[in-house]
């Protein structure tokens, strides 16, 4: 439960008048599907020869572009030490949102897989709204239906930014697919939902499968330094099945 918001009325009303505060069926409806399907509970584990303090980065991949898209820092595990762990959840829903050209950004909103969104200018300004469903049920499309402007594509798990579409010009769209995997690899100077460098991902070979997962541990062994040293490796323990 997040924190309870603080109504204060600022207007000249000098009728007592009433407020009533509802949730919207459209906030219903996207509460329903991403409560609908399951989150992951993952837990990283440092049993590595680590002496440097490396930061540990976890990304995705969009299948549907080619290898020049960008990724994107979604979680970065950092002071780890030795012996140490970080549970963490993969959420198998997610949400999108959409920024434009002025600045402006939407309010996330669930994107269930199948969907395409469309940003249209509205009465009240530049919108994201659902716009029937997508290419294919495994991808999720976002349209820049503006006259003029270009618009940036978002995609959230767990609340952070996971994936994300630069510069879609009007009448451009993004498509979004991904596979049920994670990539974990060592990184440095790195934040959540920074832009991965190219040289960095090119470092990374780690593919996870989460298929049918319930819950895993996620062991990194290696490193060291001097002759001794190993690269680091990423394997997963105590698997669960969904």
Known sequence: ?????????????????EVVIFESEAASSAASESNALPSIKLNFINLSNDVNNSEVVIFAKNAATNFDELAIAWTVIKNCGQGDNHPFTYPMAQTISASDSWGNYTAQQSAPLGQRFAMVLASSGDQLIPQGP??????IELLNGLS??????????????????????PQQKAVFTFKPTIWIGVASQIEPGDVIDSAIISEINTEISLLGIASADIVMTG????????????TLDNVVMA
Do not use: C, H, W
């Open 1 to 17: 439960m997040g924190d309870t918001p603080n109504f204060i009325n600022e207007s000249n009303d000098t009728n007592n008048s």
């Open 134 to 139: 997508a290419t294919s049920p495994q991808q």
């Open 223 to 234: 490193g060291g330094s001097g002759p001794n040293a190993t690269p680091f490796v990423f």
């Open 148 to 169: 003029q402007g270009s618009v940036n594509a978002q995609i959230y798990k767990d609340g952070r930014l996971f994936a994300v579409k630069t510069n879609l010009a």
